[in-house]
């Protein structure tokens, strides 16, 4: 099994549309959870960072953590055509000296939104 | 703009050769982190440096290093360049240690014929 799994897949949703993009994960240790954004031919963009269980929100965008279940959410409510991209999800654990012990990413989820 | 800057662009090599990417981080971030980005693969993360020092590698190659200098910059050092090293090599920078915030550069492609 994956450390961590999201469906690559593609995802086409209408302009306005609420979008839900998820990933599982296995390994309990991870502490950090991110979310990138990565338009094609360009260097992934952090979207969100949370590290505890609950929501976590930045303009249209919602970050949700599920600790006890191992699974993460970004919402992107009233969806627009600049929202096209791939989502990447990320999740760290941090070693005893400060920095990432381990560093895992999604292998990412394609949206497109049409106008 | 990220702010982080890699040098090339681009590069085709041949099998067998020595290549270095060049990254600058972002004015005041000490660490830099190195990623290999593959159809297949996903994002995976290589080597983790901060302020000079090693602090966490990932699925990093024997035949590929990496350091970074007094000013920052940090180079990866890819050798016996195999087909299967074609990938997009990205570069991050960050002002913590903890890496959850990160910053992109445009990444280098690499294409080994």
């Known amino acids: 099994q994956k450390e961590v799994e999201q469906d690559p897949g593609p995802l086409s949703v209408p302009e306005g549309a609420i979008v839900s993009l998820n990933c599982t994960y296995s390994?309990?240790?991870?502490?950090?959870f991110m979310w990138y954004r990565q338009y094609s031919r360009k260097g992934p963009e952090l979207l969100m960072y949370?590290?505890?269980?609950g929501n976590k929100e930045d303009g249209r965008f919602t970050a949700q953590v599920d600790k006890s279940s191992k699974y993460i959410s970004l919402f992107i409510r009233d969806s627009q055509p600049s929202d096209s991209a791939t989502y990447l999800c990320?999740?760290?654990?941090?070693?005893?000296?400060?920095?990432?012990?381990?560093?895992?990413f999604g292998k990412g989820t394609k949206l497109t939104v049409n106008p | 703009d990220s702010g982080v800057t890699q040098t090339p662009k681009h590069l085709i090599t041949a099998t067998g050769q020595r290549v270095t990417l060049r990254c600058s981080p972002r004015?005041?971030?000490?660490?830099v982190y190195w990623y290999q980005q593959s159809l297949d693969q996903g994002l995976q993360f290589l080597i983790h440096?901060?302020?000079?020092?090693?602090?966490a590698k990932g699925n990093i190659l024997e035949r590929f290093s990496a350091q970074q200098f007094p000013d920052l910059h940090s180079e990866l050092n890819l050798s016996s360049l195999e087909l299967g090293d074609s990938a997009l090599y990205f570069c991050?920078?960050?002002?913590?240690?903890?890496?959850?915030?990160?910053?992109f550069g445009p990444g280098t492609r690499l294409l080994v014929l």
């Open positions: 991050a920078s960050s002002r913590t240690l903890g890496g959850e915030t990160q910053y």
């Open positions: 390994n309990s240790a991870f502490q950090y």
């Open positions: 949370t590290y505890s269980s």
């Open positions: 990320a999740m760290s654990v941090r070693g005893t000296q400060g920095g990432s012990e381990k560093l895992v």
């Open positions: 004015s005041g971030d000490l660490s």
């Open positions: 440096y901060y302020n000079g020092e090693e602090r």
